[in-house]
């Protein structure tokens, strides 16, 4: 990637406007990797209708974001499948900064979403961020290192957290040495979660004190009760993995 953007208007791929059977596979991303530069590899920040967009086996690195699908209340994104891509080194702790990949969108759609098998090592806010849409699938990802290189690690800041948000089954995703909380189940103001499956996902070889899977938020009061949230067969192990990668 070459020159810079302007906050969330990154230098890289804007996805913008009415996208029909899209598919963007086998690109490679490289930024300078410095915050400043703002270089985002493929994304979106409203304006967007799109149906049936994969984005597959792409190499991103050096960023300050990978994959971003991003909108407003009143934009649509259905059936966008996000598999196979290569993430690593995500800059920045900043709203808007450190995604590896992120789906975001301004209302409760059910959007049938899938984000798979995608390997993501060293981001540094979230690896995997899915916002405010249900029906969807989180399976098969590997995080490495989740958060290593940052200069101020701490609580938080989840590998791969899903908030407000219903729906959404994460299955069999492997997080390694997360330097932050594995996994967060959250809610917020006006948008608390539901029926959310956790299961079979493995964690090695956490880093810090922080807990691998975090449900809910610290005012449940103000941001509401995560409700008809499922747990099952998750591994956690201080030890590593024989095998990091898909």
Do not use: K
Not at 62 to 79: M, N, T
Not at 102 to 125: D, F, K, M, P, W
Not at 166 to 192: C, K, L, Y
Not at 219 to 227: H, I, S, W, Y
């Amino acid at each position: 990637l070459r020159g810079t953007g302007v906050g969330i208007d990154y230098a890289g791929l804007q996805l913008r406007g009415t996208l029909t059977d899209c598919r963007i596979e086998h690109l490679t991303f490289e930024g300078d990797g410095q915050v400043a530069s703002d270089q985002g590899a493929i994304w979106s920040n409203g304006d967007i209708n799109i149906t049936n967009l994969h984005i597959e086996v792409c190499i991103i690195r050096d960023c300050v974001v990978g994959i971003v699908i991003s909108g407003l209340a009143g934009d649509s994104v259905i059936g966008c499948r996000i598999a196979g891509n290569h993430i690593s080194n995500i800059v920045g702790t900043a709203s808007g900064q450190g995604y590896g990949i992120a789906s975001s969108l301004g209302g409760l759609q059910h959007v049938n979403n899938i984000i798979t098998e995608n390997v993501l090592q060293r981001c540094h806010r979230h690896s995997i961020y899915w916002s405010v849409g249900g029906g969807g699938i989180i399976s098969n990802n590997v995080i490495i290192e989740h958060r290593h290189g940052d200069v101020s690690p701490g609580f938080t800041l989840g590998a791969l957290i899903v908030i407000r948000s219903g729906q959404v089954s994460v299955i069999g995703n492997r997080i390694h040495e997360a330097n932050d909380t594995g996994m967060e189940i959250g809610s917020d103001v006006g948008n608390p979660e539901s029926s959310v499956a956790v299961i079979g996902n493995q964690f090695y070889q956490p880093q810090n004190n922080y807990p691998d899977i975090l449900i809910g938020q610290s005012n449940p009061a103000v941001t509401g009760f995560p409700q008809n949230i499922t747990i099952i067969g998750n591994c956690h192990s201080f030890f590593t993995s024989s095998s990091i990668s898909n």
